[in-house]
């Protein structure tokens, strides 16, 4: 790729000099594996560094109680074709909860849906939540599993109005996975800078 990193271990110390060191030394070891795995030409056309972010902030999801741990307390990552639809925004802010560096708080989410569209899929869905106690309402356009990003503004506008100068920037891993920081704006061009990757904080200008 264009940023010129092609190791496992040379994404790792990068980001580690960015302050992701929750890459540890077996998770190196299973990435590497893994990464070492895929045919030279496939992996000429994929970003070791959104490949490695991806897997570090995935975090685990448990089938049985459907319940989902953070990996990370810098990044969060998640497919967004959801497979537990029902509480796709709830996870979501959890995420967003588990890299905030406890900076605010979010609480008592609720997820309440609409009518669903026949045959198209459509359903508006009404996400509400309090940050820091205030409320907070997102109608999310649902299109079937599909996780409407529409909520990174949302957020951003949250954290504008209570004088937050941080953001939650984003990015793809050139799939389906989105990688989600926390993060000052002076963070994030030191990210581009380092990885060679182009974080976003407006779905307009993504």
Known sequence: MGNGIRSVREAAAILDELG????????????????????????DSLDVVTMLLAAVGVGTYDTGTCE??????????????????????TLFLQGIQSINEDEFEITQIREEAGRLEYPSGRETR????????????????????????GIFDYMNEVLAEA????RLYFMSDGYQECIVFY??????????????????CDTKKA
Request: proline residues 3%; hydrophobic residues 35%.
């Open 126 to 149: 009404r996400v509400r939540f309090l940050c820091d106690g205030r409320e907070c309402i997102y109608r999310a356009q649902m299109d079937y599993d599909w996780f409407d990003a």
């Open 183 to 200: 993060c000052t704006e002076f963070w994030a061009r030191r990210f581009e800078r380092k990885t060679g990757c182009r974080l976003c």
């Open 68 to 89: 989902w741990t953070p990996t990370s307390d810098r990044v969060y990552s998640f497919d967004v074709e959801v497979s537990d639809i029902d509480r796709m925004y």
């Open 20 to 43: 992701i060191a929750s890459i540890s030394e077996r998770m190196i070891l299973e990435f590497e594996r893994s990464w070492n795995s895929v045919p030279q030409e496939i992996r």
């Open 163 to 166: 004088g937050n100068p941080k």
